[in-house]
């Protein structure tokens, strides 16, 4: 019975072992209640995507946020001027992640305002723009931080306006006709 067993947890599905699907003790009942090699592989089969779904389950119950707060820089440019305000939360692995960020939230703004303020508008104003932003302040942070802190980046706030002088602004309005 022992080299059955043995043949059993070597078998594979999807990358994962029978063994780390079912479990040894269900393995091992399985077994004794006179189940085939190929019925143990199909109760395999049919109870992996269910493994999946707790695992995935457990790993999105384990996730924190952490709000890096509300960021105002200037935009990157030549010509016209522009601000962008941006709010941005992190998501993070666990608490531990999450108490590591807030620690080093000096560390974690300075990135993001530097990346952002480095940016022109065409950089941000797309949807590829915004991811890789996005990606960037990511990276960029987990580096420094020396680990995987930080997994994504979600914008809860995003507004790009121009920066006018006062006399920008009154030569405006008498374009407009306003005195």
């Given at each position: 019975?022992?080299?059955?067993?043995?043949?059993?947890v070597a078998?594979?599905?999807?990358?994962?072992?029978?063994?780390?699907?079912?479990?040894?003790?269900?393995?091992?009942?399985?077994?004794?209640?006179?189940?085939?090699?190929?019925?143990?592989?199909?109760i395999a089969?049919?109870?992996?995507?269910?493994?999946?779904?707790?695992?995935?389950?457990?790993?999105?119950?384990?996730?924190?946020?952490?709000?890096?707060?509300?960021?105002?820089?200037?935009?990157?440019?030549?010509?016209?001027?522009?601000?962008?305000?941006?709010?941005?939360?992190?998501?993070?692995?666990?608490?531990?992640?999450?108490?590591?960020?807030?620690?080093?939230?000096?560390?974690?703004?300075?990135?993001?305002?530097?990346?952002?303020?480095?940016?022109?508008?065409?950089?941000?104003?797309?949807?590829?723009?915004?991811?890789?932003?996005?990606?960037?302040?990511?990276?960029?942070?987990?580096?420094?931080?020396?680990?995987?802190?930080?997994?994504?980046?979600?914008?809860?706030?995003?507004?790009?306006?121009?920066?006018?002088?006062?006399?920008?602004?009154?030569?405006?309005?008498?374009e407009y006709?306003?005195?």
């Amino acid at each position: 019975m022992k080299w059955f067993i043995l043949i059993l947890v070597a078998v594979s599905l999807y990358g994962t072992s029978v063994r780390e699907i079912l479990g040894d003790d269900r393995l091992t009942k399985l077994v004794m209640e006179g189940k085939t090699k190929e019925e143990i592989v199909e109760i395999a089969r049919q109870e992996y995507p269910k493994m999946l779904e707790s695992e995935s389950m457990k790993r999105q119950s384990e996730k924190e946020y952490v709000a890096l707060g509300g960021i105002v820089v200037n935009l990157l440019s030549e010509g016209f001027r522009r601000k962008i305000k941006v709010s941005l939360t992190a998501s993070v692995a666990s608490k531990e992640n999450a108490k590591v960020v807030r620690m080093s939230m000096p560390i974690v703004r300075d990135i993001a305002i530097t990346t952002i303020a480095s940016k022109t508008i065409e950089e941000v104003t797309t949807r590829k723009g915004k991811d890789r932003l996005k990606n960037e302040i990511v990276e960029q942070v987990n580096a420094r931080l020396g680990g995987e802190y930080v997994l994504f980046l979600y914008l809860e706030e995003f507004l790009i306006a121009p920066v006018l002088t006062a006399e920008e602004i009154i030569n405006q309005l008498e374009e407009y006709g306003v005195r």
